[in-house]
């Protein structure tokens, strides 16, 4: 159950960050950066798991910190991805 919960929690900050980043849809973020757009809409909905290798590419995407995505701890909210 705690995998789920927090499958929700990363899912609902993805989405955030896709929507302050000005992607409308999925479907914007996933062609503009050539992802799966099925794929990412079930990463987005929680409905599929997501490995770190994945959510590292989402994040440089996105030019957010990973330990955000995967905390939700504000002080890492600001920090953009570390190449």
């Given at each position: 159950m705690v995998n789920n919960i927090k499958k929700e929690l990363i899912a609902e900050r993805l989405k955030k960050a896709r929507i302050i980043k000005g992607y409308r849809s999925c479907r914007d973020f996933a062609l503009k950066f050539d992802f799966c757009e099925r794929t990412y809409q079930?990463?987005?909905?929680?409905?599929?798991?997501?490995?770190?290798?994945?959510?590292m590419r989402y994040c440089q995407a996105l030019n957010i910190s990973i330990l955000w995505l995967q905390t939700g701890n504000e002080i890492f909210l600001d920090t953009p991805f570390a190449n």
């Open positions: 079930r990463h987005e909905n929680a409905k599929n798991n997501m490995d770190c290798s994945i959510m």
